[in-house]
């Protein structure tokens, strides 16, 4: 593995005091009624979420994640700089990853805006990633999906101007005129912070990230996808005159640390099918709505669907995706291994994974802190300082 | 893109407009009668082959439908509008009897508004394109796509042999995701038309609306919206018949025939 390992802690903030007869409903998605969300309990799952991102800080995580999700029982983020705001002055150390706002889905001067003002409170620490955002929100905000994909381009063209030009410039695009784009603040960081594309693999996406230099982080496919994608961002980022360096290509792994590889499974497993089974439920048509796939990509997402039907299989999962579950000494090796295989040195670990109670993520954290990182690092762990808060 | 099937009299010609290949189905003679389609066409023409007997039926498949080319840059009405111009240029079709079918419909209205002078009749079933008052109706992205089939017509025997034997079929699914994002360039921000009632008054031609009675996709009641604009319209409404109404009752075909003699 290349470099110093990073290692950044993502945290979904679901909302997971759901009613008991939550099945009954095809998606937690869209149209999962509002009124089951009870701000009282809100409340207390953000004090939480927040206290579990400010505590990665402290056991040594060099980031802390956070990303946009609307309509849905699986993120509380519906504005994710609002949360990074929010931790900003809690958090001594770590980077804070915004990952991100789809920017079609707000004025691309107003998201330059807010990302600077991050960076600027944060003393240069925030990293963004542009998604294109999940099929989801397509049906949440009223924006096109049959654009999405110009939409998007156009709002980065925007936002990047904004930041490597002295404004005021203009602006005339197919979506957007400005005639004075000027945004104050500017980034702390020159000429932006650092920007990655997230996306689910497609071809467009990759295409963008290579081009512009990016980083790039495939979510939510199988490993042999990822190796693949990663191999093909740096081919297609050469073509362009970029060099990605490994901590551009964070891989994202759903990661539980416990005392023996089976307490671990039995601690964890629970969340991970809470995760794949209930947060992730949707249907096909909120997945792709019209115009947002290539109809190539629909046919092929469909007759994925068609095999994965029959509910959660843990194994499957783990065959399937990154996971790394089981003692500190198996995660340092897994994870060692995945960077070689993937070169990269940047892991992004979901380890407060589905409805995982505050104590599993606090021992998980700890446990990552102390006995994975800095051995991954080849450093001493960090004093140990979660007893004493 | 699976093939339509379509009646043996039909011929079928391309026909490159402004970039976009077109395919236009034919059939008949006499004075020339213009169908346009509704956001599908999979259930076919069979309806068609009645009107074959005293006119020369012109069925194009829209950009984006059926079996003609995608056109991304389309992305409104009024683009389909100026696209008919040329193909109808290309065609030698000066005046014509004009009937369009739910988007089809809407389509037909507005290129008689704009140009009147060359449409004889104008007959709209079922058409889409004024806000109705009550929603989900009139909003095609609201319903499954796995029960738009059963919500198109009164009698599911109509449609069925058209409808693959697998429901879960890819081909017939892409082909009808592909359509999907052709109306969604076009309706997907707004699936009405808020200018459309302002210029309904220069549909001064004989104007007939025809729906059928259990329209589930666009309820009869929006009759009343069209007569408001175009109050010399005559309806005809037929009980027993969905969306798919020139589909589902004979009689309905037959009144667009004693319209346009």
């Given at each position: 593995?290349r470099g110093?390992?990073?290692?950044?802690?993502?945290?979904?903030?679901p909302y997971?005091q759901?009613?008991q007869?939550h099945?009954?409903y095809h998606s937690?998605?869209?149209?999962?009624?509002?009124?089951?969300?009870?701000?009282?309990e809100?409340?207390?799952?953000?004090q939480?979420y927040?206290?579990?991102?400010?505590l990665?800080?402290k056991v040594?995580?060099?980031a802390?994640?956070v990303n946009?999700?609307h309509?849905?029982?699986?993120?509380?983020?519906?504005?994710?700089?609002?949360?990074?705001a929010?931790?900003?002055p809690?958090?001594?150390n770590?980077?804070?990853c915004v990952?991100g706002?789809?920017p079609?889905?707000?004025?691309?001067?107003?998201?330059a805006?807010?990302y600077a003002?991050?960076?600027v409170?944060?003393?240069?620490?925030?990293e963004?990633?542009f998604?294109l955002?999940t099929?989801?929100?397509?049906?949440?905000?009223?924006v096109?999906?049959?654009n999405a994909?110009?939409?998007?381009?156009?709002?980065?063209?925007?936002i990047?101007?904004?930041?490597?030009?002295?404004?005021?410039t203009t602006?005339?695009?197919d979506?957007?005129?400005?005639?004075y784009?000027?945004?104050?603040?500017?980034?702390y960081?020159k000429?932006?912070?650092?920007c990655?594309?997230?996306?689910?693999g497609?071809?467009?996406?990759?295409e963008?990230?290579?081009?512009?230099?990016?980083?790039?982080s495939?979510?939510?496919?199988?490993?042999?996808r990822?190796l693949?994608?990663?191999?093909?961002?740096?081919?297609?980022a050469a073509?362009?005159?970029?060099?990605?360096k490994?901590?551009?290509?964070p891989?994202?792994?759903?990661?539980?640390v416990?005392?023996?590889?089976?307490k671990?499974?039995e601690e964890?497993?629970?969340?991970?099918?809470f995760f794949?089974?209930?947060?992730l439920?949707?249907?096909?048509?909120?997945?792709?709505?019209p115009?947002?796939?290539?109809v190539?990509?629909l046919?092929?997402?469909?007759?994925?669907a068609d095999?994965?039907?029959?509910?959660f299989?843990?194994?499957?999962v783990?065959?399937?995706?990154?996971?790394?579950i089981?003692t500190a000494e198996?995660?340092?090796?897994?994870l060692?291994?995945?960077g070689?295989?993937?070169?990269?040195n940047?892991f992004?670990?979901l380890?407060?994974?589905?409805?995982?109670p505050?104590?599993?993520?606090?021992?998980?954290?700890s446990?990552?802190?102390q006995d994975?990182?800095p051995?991954m690092r080849g450093?001493?762990?960090?004093?140990?300082?979660?007893?004493?808060? | 893109?699976t093939?339509?099937?379509f009646?043996?009299?039909?011929?079928?010609?391309?026909?490159?407009?402004?970039?976009?290949?077109?395919?236009?189905?034919?059939?008949g003679s006499?004075?020339p009668?213009?169908?346009?389609?509704?956001?599908?066409i999979?259930?076919g023409?069979?309806?068609?082959v009645?009107?074959?007997?005293?006119?020369?039926?012109i069925v194009?498949?829209?950009?984006g439908?059926?079996e003609a080319?995608?056109?991304?840059a389309?992305?409104?009405?009024?683009?389909?509008?100026?696209?008919?111009?040329?193909l109808?240029?290309?065609?030698?079709?000066d005046k014509?009897?004009?009937?369009?079918?739910s988007?089809g419909g809407?389509?037909?209205a507005?290129f008689?508004?704009?140009?009147?002078?060359?449409?004889e009749r104008?007959?709209?079933?079922?058409?889409a394109?004024?806000r109705?008052?009550e929603?989900?109706?009139?909003?095609f992205?609201?319903?499954?796509?796995?029960?738009i089939?059963?919500?198109?017509?009164s009698?599911?025997?109509?449609?069925?042999?058209?409808?693959p034997?697998?429901?879960?079929d890819l081909?017939?699914?892409?082909?009808r995701?592909?359509?999907?994002?052709?109306?969604?360039?076009?309706?997907?921000?707004?699936p009405y038309?808020?200018?459309?009632?302002?210029?309904l008054?220069?549909?001064?031609?004989?104007?007939l609306?025809?729906?059928?009675e259990?329209d589930?996709?666009?309820?009869?009641?929006?009759?009343?919206?069209?007569?408001?604009?175009?109050p010399?319209a005559r309806?005809?409404?037929?009980?027993?018949?969905?969306?798919?109404?020139?589909?589902e009752?004979?009689?309905?075909?037959d009144a667009?025939?004693r319209?346009?003699?």
């Open positions: 593995m110093t390992a990073r290692f950044d802690f993502m945290h979904f903030m997971t759901l009613p007869n099945k009954d937690l998605w869209v149209d999962f009624p509002n009124k089951y969300y009870d701000a009282k809100g409340h207390a799952l953000y939480r927040m206290a579990e991102l400010v990665a800080d040594g995580f060099d802390v994640v946009e999700h309509n849905t029982a699986y993120s509380m983020m519906a504005a994710p700089n609002l949360i990074a929010a931790i900003i809690q958090i001594q770590a980077k804070i990952w706002t789809p079609n889905l707000e004025y691309p001067n107003r998201l805006e807010e003002m991050l960076d409170l944060s003393q240069g620490r925030l963004i990633a998604p955002g099929g989801m929100e397509y049906w949440a905000n009223p096109n999906p049959s994909r110009q939409r998007y381009r156009e709002s980065i063209d925007i990047l101007q904004a930041w490597t030009q002295d404004g005021p602006y005339y695009g979506f957007y005129t400005y005639r784009l000027n945004p104050w603040p500017r980034p960081q000429p932006h912070p650092p990655y594309i997230v996306g689910t497609s071809a467009e996406t990759v963008l990230a290579a081009k512009l230099g990016f980083g790039y495939a979510v939510f496919v199988t490993k042999q990822a693949e994608l990663n191999k093909q961002v740096r081919r297609s073509e362009h005159g970029h060099q990605i490994p901590e551009q290509l891989l994202q792994v759903i990661t539980y416990a005392e023996t590889k089976e671990a499974e964890a497993i629970p969340h991970i099918r794949f089974e209930d947060a439920r949707t249907t096909p048509t909120f997945l792709a709505p115009g947002y796939l290539s190539a990509e046919k092929k997402r469909a007759a994925l095999k994965l039907h029959g509910g299989d843990f194994n499957n783990n065959e399937s995706f990154f996971v790394a089981g198996q995660i340092v090796e897994q060692s291994d995945w070689e295989q993937m070169d990269t940047h992004n670990l380890a407060a994974i589905g409805n995982m505050h104590w599993k993520v606090v021992k998980n954290l446990l990552l802190g994975v990182i051995r450093r001493t762990p960090v004093e140990r300082r979660v007893a004493a808060e | 893109m093939a339509i099937p009646p043996a009299q039909f011929k079928r010609e391309t026909h490159l407009v402004n970039g976009v290949n077109t395919i236009v189905l034919s059939a006499g004075p009668l213009v169908f346009l389609h509704g956001a599908g999979w259930h023409v069979n309806f068609a009645p009107w074959t007997q005293k006119f020369r039926v194009p498949f829209h950009p439908f059926g080319e995608d056109a991304p389309m992305t409104d009405i009024h683009d389909y509008v100026m696209h008919y111009l040329d109808f240029d290309a065609l030698g079709l014509f009897h004009l009937v369009g079918f988007l809407w389509l037909a507005n008689a508004v704009e140009h009147g002078h060359r449409v104008l007959v709209l079933v079922g058409p394109g004024l109705g008052k929603r989900p109706k009139g909003d992205f609201l319903l499954p796509p796995e029960q089939p059963s919500l198109l017509v009698n599911f025997n109509v449609i069925k042999p058209f409808l034997a697998n429901p879960k081909d017939f699914m892409g082909d995701y592909r359509e999907g994002g052709t109306l969604a360039r076009l309706l997907w921000d707004r038309d808020t200018k459309l009632p302002r210029y008054h220069r549909l001064t031609m004989p104007t609306l025809l729906w059928g259990e589930k996709l666009v309820p009869v009641q929006n009759a009343q919206l069209w007569r408001e604009h175009i010399k309806l005809e409404t037929f009980k027993g018949a969905g969306h798919l109404v020139l589909d009752k004979p009689e309905a075909v667009v025939q319209f346009l003699s």
